[in-house]
């Protein structure tokens, strides 16, 4: 039987994500047993082999190359939830913020000088920062629902990107085939490795800095408690002088923003290119990240690393054992289903039912 | 560049090790777009992979990664077959081009093949297939079946490879049926069933009764039962499943003998840079069985079609060929270079539409 707790358990709300993940080896280990596969060397292929396995020194960095946009848009989303303002969007505002940075860049070409990469910076930023914008406007001027604007929007960046990709940013000397130059090979415009082999590219110095960032803003400044108090007690917020519209225009912008910086430094750095397929997901899969971390910036950073060494340890596993791609990704499902389910713990407690004799 | 070198001498240290340890097994990795269960390009992937286990048994090991995404993520799984020891890998998707050199850069002793691109270097090899041939084949059947004069296509992306098939199935249909139409419509996918089914019945839903498809899932295939009376072709596989009606005929990729060949060079150490662009001569590209719904003399002209492309008597852009705006393309009796074909970014006359820019 279930009973509500008067007050959110602390010891929960920090044990239930450990326990989720613990509760996903158990029964994702099941689910390769069935696939005729060794449970424990799946698992183990999954969490050690990209951490301490042979070629670590080679996926160690590819975490953070992985984990960094989710991280960097993470956080971004979280702030909003925290205050009840759903951005589903990110994915297309990571688009569009790809765009903007690689056409800034580009429209450089061949020029080589120090100012261009901070351009792309900022044109990386605006452009996500304006594709959040429209649901916040939308929402603040007429009250339309942000979460299937912002959705809907991932759909028209999607067809902007391959529209640009075929037209506007095509690599003159592609043989008409669709994507743009390898902004790799464009030391100016080139988002490297700081320092070679370590993985560290300025997406992922952001990403940290975003953490940071996030921390004080939530505890440390007054914006920061009204984000908090906006989610936790409306009214209260209400009276304490919060400006419903202004903390929309801020969480969608913001977060947007993150966003498009993380598409920024993808596209000029491990991508290179703006092509048609260019986002993989990054943005949806931002969501169970900010989730999975508790909605608390250095939850996010934890659950944005355990993200990508699922995809890095599903990847090994698939070509080692044989796994299926789907059972990786119904792996990855799990997480979030019991994540999800042991959050429940955290609000109620189970009791043993006693009948009521009347 | 500290950190290519070492990756480099650690595949090395490691390469040397693994074939001692495996008493010269040949593992050759595969990298895939979709799953293998597509039921079309993905699938006649692996199946060439499987002809290549069966081939050569003991001697080899196979290994794969499917729904790979284009970039970054290819180039890790890439990466990742080159640390585990792999003598070779084909990246079977036009998206893995720039990963795939980069990587290659990385393993100067491991073989690259990469389907469908153009960049080659000393240890890159790009192969293809004239799926184009079979378009005309097709272009042939669908004008000679349509009754409302409608052929709809569904384009994955306006890239030269798309571009052609369309303008040779145009081109072979127009020939057959002057009052022909082509209604085309762009996926922006190469695997999305629920897209591609939206597609058909779009077209459909436009006068189409004939379906040409240049994305892999069946469910065009799916639709087009539906509807009742449309005629589809396989595409990539054979899709024989949905034989013989709506299904009447099929382009099948067939990968398998090649992926022996260059496994075999691999072995003997004759491995080399190629550029390979075969057809129905050299039996990369098949005609599924067209099947009984089509007319007793229509699968015989067909037939003898395919039979001169195989000879090398007849090549399906052979002039007069005008483009979309009325120019010259190839005047009477010419035949279409390579170079032409590979780079193809325009519509032949009598096409409707701009192509996407």
């Known amino acids: 039987m279930l009973e509500k707790r008067p007050q959110p358990s602390k010891m929960w709300s920090y044990a239930t994500p450990l326990v989720a993940v613990i509760a996903t080896m158990v029964f994702g280990g099941v689910l390769f047993a069935l696939l005729g596969k060794n449970p424990v060397e799946a698992i183990g292929t999954i969490f050690w082999e990209p951490l301490f396995g042979e070629f670590a020194f080679y996926y160690r960095p590819q975490l953070l190359v992985k984990g960094a946009p989710l991280v960097l848009i993470a956080i971004g989303l979280s702030l909003g939830f925290r205050a ?57 001027r007429f009250g339309t629902n942000e979460i299937l604007v912002s959705l ?188 999800l389910a042991f959050d429940l713990l955290t609000n109620y407690r189970i009791r043993a039912a006693r009948s009521e004799v009347a | 560049m500290k950190f290519t070198t070492l990756l480099a001498s650690a595949a090395m240290a490691l390469g040397l090790a693994t074939s001692a340890m495996a008493e010269d097994k040949t593992k050759v990795g595969f990298v895939y777009v979709g799953p293998v269960g597509d039921g079309g390009w993905t699938y006649e992937h692996d199946k060439g992979r499987l002809a290549v286990e069966e081939h050569f048994g003991d001697k080899v090991e196979t290994v794969f990664v499917e729904s790979v995404p284009e970039g970054p993520d290819a180039e890790r799984v890439m990466t990742q077959m080159a640390l585990d020891g792999a003598d070779l890998i084909f990246t079977t998707s036009f998206g893995y081009m720039d990963p795939t050199i980069n990587v290659a850069k990385k393993f100067p002793n491991v073989k690259f093949e990469h389907a469908t691109g153009y960049k080659t270097a000393d240890n890159v090899s790009v192969y293809s297939a004239r799926f184009y041939e079979g378009r005309a084949v097709q272009g042939h059947i669908a004008g000679k079946m349509t009754e409302s004069n409608i052929i709809g296509y569904i384009g994955s992306y306006p890239i030269p490879e798309v571009i052609r098939g369309i303008n040779s199935a145009y081109l072979h249909a127009k020939a057959v049926n002057p009052d022909v139409e082509f209604k085309i419509v762009w996926a922006y996918t190469w695997f999305d069933p629920a897209k591609e089914a939206d597609a058909a019945t779009v077209l459909i839903e436009q006068g189409a009764d004939v379906i040409l498809q240049h994305t892999d899932s069946t469910a065009p295939q799916a639709a087009a039962q539906e509807a009742g009376n449309v005629v589809t072709f396989g595409q990539a596989s054979d899709m024989s499943e949905y034989a013989p009606f709506p299904r009447v005929s099929s382009i099948i990729d067939n990968w398998a003998p090649y992926y022996i060949a260059r496994t075999q060079a691999v072995m003997d150490g004759s491995w080399e840079t190629v550029n390979t662009w075969d057809g129905i001569r050299e039996g990369m590209v098949e005609i599924g069985e067209i099947s009984d719904r089509v007319p007793a003399d229509v699968k015989e002209e067909a037939l003898a079609m395919k039979a001169a492309m195989a000879a090398g008597e007849y090549h399906p852009f052979t002039g007069p060929i005008n483009k979309q705006d009325g120019s010259v393309w190839l005047a009477e009796g010419e035949v279409a270079d390579d170079g032409t074909l590979a780079g193809m970014n325009f519509y032949v006359e009598g096409l409707e539409g701009e192509i996407p820019q």
């Open chain 1, 84 to 140: 009840g303002i759903w951005n589903i969007g990110a994915e297309g505002q990571y688009i569009m913020g790809a765009i903007f940075g690689a056409a800034a860049g580009l429209a450089f070409y061949p020029l080589e000088a120090w100012f261009i990469f901070p351009i792309m910076v900022m044109a990386g930023a605006l452009g996500g920062w304006i594709w959040a914008t429209i649901p916040a406007v939308l929402k603040v």
């Open chain 1, 152 to 339: 809907m929007l991932v759909y028209v960046a999607e067809q902007m990107l391959a529209s640009v990709s075929l037209g506007l940013l095509k690599n003159p000397e592609g043989f008409g085939f669709p994507g743009s130059r390898n902004l790799q090979q464009y030391e100016s415009a080139y988002n490297a490795e700081l320092i070679a082999g370590s993985g560290m590219h300025w997406g992922v110095v952001t990403a940290l800095i975003a953490v940071i960032f996030a921390y004080v803003l939530l505890n440390r400044h007054m914006l920061g408690f009204h984000i908090r108090l906006t989610g936790e007690a409306p009214r209260a917020a209400r009276f304490a002088g919060v400006n419903p519209a202004r903390l929309v225009l801020f969480c969608l912008g913001l977060s947007g923003a993150l966003a498009g910086l993380a598409g920024m430094f993808e596209v000029s750095g491990p991508s290179g290119v703006v092509s048609i397929d260019f986002n993989v997901g990054y943005g949806f899969t931002a969501i169970i990240v900010a989730f999975l971390g508790r909605l608390h910036p250095v939850g996010i950073l934890l659950a944005g690393g355990l993200m990508a060494l699922t995809y890095i340890g599903g990847e090994i596993a698939q070509s080692q054992l044989g796994l299926p791609a789907a059972a990786i990704q119904v792996f990855q499902g799990m997480l979030l289903f019991f994540l």
